[in-house]
């Protein structure tokens, strides 16, 4: 069983969704790599002024675990032979979830980097390839991968006229009436260092025993690089300590909280973390990931995104921003009655169809 995203009050996709003209569609692709450069977690949002929307995923993609995070939730789907349509009630979505790069996407190269190509070389029976919409082209597409530390990029283009940004830990290419777009970018990945680790406490974490169970409290600019959710190699060996001296106790639930400063970010961040909202929800994430791959039993684990909603000290001082910039496990070790869960499952979605409805492809 996958571990859950839970996204507090709504906020953050309402954070990144705005009203458009009809027929006027936007788009945002957000990849954060892992750090050996072959995985990613991605975040998509489209918005368009249409009363539905579908989305293409082909059958490689299809037959993946589901995504973590849908919006809206009231998700269909509808098979052919080459992959599975995902039916949107409204003409917004939003998609979360975590992938392998496959064997066509990444193929490493003599001098020993790594090079992705986003298109596979297909084109489909419409006509269309690469990252598509249908029947209008993109009135604006932005595509972002955010980069950990261990990953130096060295070439980057696109079929299509854009943009190019490169900012600290992003590469984002952004395009206005843009149609079947295709990327390609080499990068290198850094040799790991040697890590020790170690189960004596570690700066920067702060452990609380409460009636419900244990809150433990990690400072984010221990964890993650500034205004990002890339872990520092400090903070994945933190996690992995704690990981280890977790993984023993009888642990019912760990639930992972992302908490911000008030401050808005800066416009180049805002391209990738639309508020603070998402900025939390990725911090989060990436710490469940990380413990799972520790080894804590993923079906335990449940990331939530307060934001800036929860803080625990005066946002108008430095040192009360700093504490509010934050990471929060409630470890429960009580055994409640276990609820019955169910998992956004494409195989288990209806097949109808949506007439009218926009299109679009990955």
Excluded: C
Excluded at 26 to 35: M, N, V
Excluded at 205 to 227: C, H, K, M, P, Q
Excluded at 309 to 331: C, F, M, S, W, Y
Aim: aromatic share 8%.
């Amino acid at each position: 069983m996958p571990a859950r995203v839970w996204l507090a009050a709504a906020g953050l996709i309402a954070s990144s969704l705005y009203a458009a003209a009809v027929g006027a569609v936007a788009r945002e692709d957000l990849l954060f790599l892992s750090d050996d450069g072959q995985a990613y977690t991605l975040f998509t949002t489209l918005r368009s002024g249409l009363p539905a929307r579908e989305l293409y995923v082909p059958q490689a993609r299809a037959d993946e675990a589901p995504y973590l995070f849908f919006y809206p939730p009231e998700t269909r789907a509808r098979s052919l032979e080459t992959g599975r349509i995902l039916q949107f009630n409204g003409g917004d979505y939003a998609l979360l979830g975590s992938r392998q790069f496959e064997s066509h996407e990444i193929t490493r190269q003599n001098d020993g980097s790594y090079r992705f190509r986003s298109w596979d070389g297909l084109t489909l029976g419409n006509g269309h390839f690469g990252k598509w919409n249908a029947p209008d082209p993109f009135e604006q597409f932005t595509y972002a991968w955010v980069i950990p530390s261990t990953i130096d990029i060295l070439e980057y283009s696109s079929n299509r006229s854009g943009q190019w940004t490169r900012e600290d830990n992003a590469l984002v290419w952004t395009g206005r009436n843009v149609n079947d777009i295709t990327f390609d970018i080499r990068f290198r990945v850094r040799p790991p260092r040697t890590i020790t680790v170690t189960a004596e406490p570690v700066r920067g974490v702060r452990r609380d025993n409460a009636a419900a169970g244990e809150r433990i409290t990690l400072d984010t600019a221990l964890l993650f690089s500034s205004g990002s959710h890339a872990l520092t190699d400090q903070g994945r060996t933190t996690l992995q300590n704690l990981a280890a001296q977790l993984q023993n106790q009888p642990i019912e639930s760990i639930v992972v909280e992302g908490h911000t400063d008030n401050q808005p970010l800066k416009p180049y961040l805002q391209e990738i973390y639309p508020s603070n909202w998402e900025l939390s929800a990725m911090r989060a994430t990436h710490v469940v990931r990380v413990l799972a791959e520790a080894g804590i039993d993923a079906a335990r684990l449940e990331a939530r995104a307060y934001g800036e909603q929860h803080p625990v000290a005066d946002n108008k001082t430095e040192e009360g921003r700093a504490k509010n910039r934050r990471i929060e496990l409630l470890v429960t070790r009580q055994t409640p009655a276990q609820s019955a869960e169910q998992s956004v499952a494409e195989k288990n979605l209806p097949a109808t169809e949506t007439p009218g409805a926009g299109q679009g492809g990955e």
